[in-house]
């Protein structure tokens, strides 16, 4: 039995990575390869190659128990001003960069933490900074994270005003309790009039997360929430499998227990609920667009941050602990503060590791990912890379196929529900030898 085969006859949840981001595992990044990151940033770009910004704002009012983001919840107004103005300094030294090569950014997003977090003035400050380096005329979507506690009309007036396309709500669930048996900031009275400033205001798209099998969820509380987020009609609609990461406080409450399965929902219950979503969303005219996501309209409702990193673009990630990717070479900022805000303000890359990678760890990077689309164009690897997937991957797809969850199709490659909503377990057989069953991060 394999390895990936045998990892799926675990059905309860315990500490460890689930979600599959990138390729090759983040454990193999390591400093020794920064000079590669330094040398990938001094060459002109592919051609063809979209670019992208990653802003991390790193605040939130409180640390959510299942969170394993780079995260601070004691900083005042005047620290918050000293990070931005270092992300700031940080996109003007990468804007002096060959590999921008004239480029201007496609997507930008804004990521946290809590990205409404700050104040009105300082948003304003860091995106008028941000359009001096490198004008946003070209960007074709501009996203922006939103935890409904911090919003306010005027803050929103702000979002639209400087462009945002997209605006995605991390509501998560909708009952009091189980926000606060999980350590989300905000309560459920906040969820309406957050969505409805919103909606008022006149975003292009609103997406709202939410997150199965969170602690105390039960059937008729997940039941609950769909009908509501459907009521809403969201533009898009995000819903993630609850997992515990390592770093997170409910993996360290189980070390302290000697507890090895966490208190969430097993793996079928969370998949069986978020196919109750997926269904329930279907009926109200929405389409199943990934493993993660429904959208209302497929021809409005894009997400180019997910759909252009999954298909090789470049992205400049600003801020604490943030990831690019740029010319094939994966790297990430310091991942503390004072060494990320010390290093910028003496005029220096904050680069903490990097891995670069070769022609067919890219293939499988962007094989991988694309697969969470619940389908892989051949035709795509075959123009991109020379490659026939359906012969590279012969022995895993064979295997999909064998246990009920992909199709051959004559151009496509085809995962069924049940193959989509466990597709994160399932990409660790196409990995290369050395990469499975190492530590993903």
């Known amino acids: ?110 990521g946290g933490g809590t990205p409404s977090y700050i104040s009105t003035r300082q948003l304003s400050h860091l995106v008028d900074a941000m359009k001096q380096l490198l004008p946003w005329d070209h960007a074709e979507e501009i996203a922006f994270e939103c935890e409904p506690g911090t919003i306010t009309e005027g803050k929103l007036e702000i979002l639209k005003q400087m462009g945002v396309t997209r605006l995605s709500l991390g509501i998560e669930n909708f009952d009091e309790r189980i926000l606060e048996a999980n350590g ?49 009609l969201p533009d898009s609609v995000t819903i993630y499998q609850m997992e515990v990461p390592f770093n997170t406080t409910i993996s360290k409450e189980m070390r302290v227990l000697g507890q090895s399965t966490a208190p969430v929902a097993s793996w079928p219950t969370k998949r069986r ?75 220096e890359l904050p680069i903490y590791r990097a891995l670069t990678t070769n022609e067919e760890e890219r293939m499988i990077r962007e ?27 012969a022995a895993p797809l064979d295997q999909l196929k064998q246990e009920g969850f992909l199709r051959l199709e004559p151009e496509n490659l085809r995962l069924n529900r049940d193959g989509l909503l466990q597709v994160d377990r399932l990409l660790h057989e196409f990995f290369l030898p050395q990469h499975r069953g190492a530590r993903y991060a």
């Open 367 to 393: 094989f991988i990912l694309q697969m969470k689309l619940g389908r892989v164009q051949t035709e795509y690897f075959q123009r991109k890379f020379g490659i026939d997937v359906r012969q590279r991957f």
């Open 184 to 232: 989300r900031a905000h309560g459920a009275k906040e969820i309406d009039a957050s969505y409805q400033f919103a909606r008022a205001i006149g975003f292009p798209q609103i997406n709202i997360d939410l997150i199965a099998g969170m602690i105390g969820e039960t059937e008729e509380n997940w039941r609950e929430c769909v009908r509501k987020t459907i009521a809403l």
């Open 273 to 347: 609920w978020v196919d109750y979503a997926f269904g329930e969303l279907e009926k109200a005219g929405y389409t199943i667009a990934s493993a993660y996501t429904a959208v209302r309209d497929p021809a409005r409702a894009k997400f180019l941050y997910r759909d252009l990193l999954w298909t090789g673009a470049d992205m400049i990630g600003l801020g604490v602990a943030s990831f690019s990717h740029v010319n094939g070479t994966h790297f990430q900022n310091e991942h503390e503060w004072d060494p990320y805000i010390d290093r910028v303000h003496q005029g």
């Open 1 to 110: 039995m394999s390895q990936g085969a045998d990892a799926r006859l675990n059905e309860e949840t315990t500490a460890g990575n689930y979600f599959v981001s990138n390729y090759p595992p983040y454990s193999y990044w390591n400093a020794e390869q920064v000079p590669q990151a330094r040398a990938a940033l001094d060459r002109p770009p592919r051609p063809g190659t979209p670019l992208g910004i990653y802003v991390h704002i790193p605040f939130c009012r409180k640390r959510c128990h299942f969170c394993y983001f780079k995260v601070y919840t004691g900083k005042d107004s005047s620290e918050i001003d000293r990070y931005l103005d270092a992300v700031v300094r940080e996109l003007t030294l990468y804007s002096t960069k060959a590999f921008v090569g004239g480029r201007k950014p496609t997507f930008i997003y804004f």
